[in-house]
Every structure is written in structure tokens, then in C-alpha cells.
């Protein structure tokens, strides 16, 4: 959990020029990056999106451990250039 916790994935979209996303980030893109970036796999029912990020920033997004932690992982979504 803490190795997660210090863990910043970036992610990038297409965006219009009010920061809205064409598409959304969803759990398996969350999953995605936690394993290029830290090489673990992880379930992507076990990450926390009330609904999918649709804006451009930074969010913060809880994933649920095996051992019954909860990580909370800094994604932070920019514009594709």
C-alpha cells in the first residue's frame, strides 16, 4: 500500500478546450498504469471510480489491496499533444 501511495500515473487524453475529456479514463487504464509503473497486477474491480474521469487534473483514486488495504494513487490526466 505504501509503495501504491507514492505512485503518480500520468495519463494522457484528447480533450476539448474546456478541459473535457472525448473519452474517460476507466478502471483498466487505471490498471494499466500501475503496471508499467510498478510492475504489479491488479484487478480493475478492485479500483474505486464512482464513475469513469472525464476532466483533465489530478485525481486521486483508491485501489483495494489484497490484504484489505486501500491505496490511494495520484493520476493525474493531461491534454495529448
Do not use: Y
Request: no cysteine; aromatic share 2%.
Amino acid at each position: 500500500a505504501g509503495l501504491l501511495s507514492t505512485t503518480v500515473l500520468p495519463t494522457h487524453q484528447r480533450a476539448g478546450d474546456d478541459g473535457w475529456l472525448f473519452g474517460s479514463v476507466v478502471a483498466k487504464e487505471i490498471v494499466d498504469a500501475v503496471r508499467d509503473a510498478r510492475a504489479l497486477r491488479i484487478d480493475r474491480r478492485k479500483v474505486r471510480l464512482e464513475q469513469p474521469i472525464r476532466e483533465i487534473g489530478t485525481h486521486m483514486v483508491e485501489i483495494e489491496l489484497a490484504d484489505g488495504a486501500v491505496a490511494t494513487v495520484k493520476t493525474i490526466v493531461a491534454e495529448e499533444s
